[in-house]
């Protein structure tokens, strides 16, 4: 479990800068100028994400049970994980009605799937790794709003809206198909 804690507080951490200290951020963003900060945060985001994947593995080999999902939990966690994957897709897609509502879908979309995961698994590892990612997503999208910034200006497009539909279905399918499976050990239809 201390891998897992260790990786967390590094991936976390790393993507806590703004919520922390937006004039902090700016200022090591000047003084390190663009190039050495994307550098640097890449790659203390990739060590702490190598350790929670390697630590949720371990944690999860002889986690307890915290609790025990309600029943239809599952089915919940079905239906809110594709709308997970459709946010994150609309991170990236062509401003469309989804991101120009929504403003930050990728941090909404890390609330819904560490929710979902909460709502269908009660082990203390997946508390842990969900419920820390799901509490660090409510602060940082609570935190961007306030932070206000650029609204998305001009017509939102429903092609972005389509293409983050789709993307997002499809890496749902892949998850469900076996991909969650190969990458995880466990099928979220079982």
């Not at 640097?40 to 190598?50: E, N």
């Not at 609309?90 to 469309?96: E, K």
Request: proline letters at 4%; glycine letters at 14%.
């Amino acid at each position: 479990m201390a891998t897992l804690i260790i990786g967390l507080f590094i991936f976390l951490g790393i993507h806590s800068f703004r919520i922390v200290s937006e004039s902090g951020y700016k200022a090591t963003l000047r003084r390190l100028g663009e190039g050495r900060f994307k550098g640097g945060y890449s790659l203390l985001s990739l060590i702490g994400l190598v350790l929670v994947v390697y630590g949720y593995g371990w944690a999860r080999a002889g986690q307890g049970v915290l609790y025990r999902p309600f029943a239809g939990a599952a089915h919940l966690a079905l239906v809110l994980v594709p709308i997970s994957f459709v946010l994150a897709a609309a991170a990236y897609a062509p401003a469309g009605h989804i991101k120009t509502t929504v403003r930050h879908p990728m941090v909404l979309g890390v609330a819904v799937w560490a929710f979902a995961h909460l709502l269908a698994n009660g082990g203390t590892a997946d508390v842990v790794l969900f419920g820390a990612l799901f509490a660090w997503a409510v602060v940082d999208y609570l935190n961007a709003l306030g932070r206000g910034g650029p609204v998305l200006t001009g017509r939102p497009s429903a092609k972005g809206d389509g293409a983050a539909i789709v993307a997002g279905l499809l890496v749902s399918a892949a998850f469900l198909g076996g991909l969650h499976r190969w990458l995880v050990g466990v099928s979220p239809l079982a």
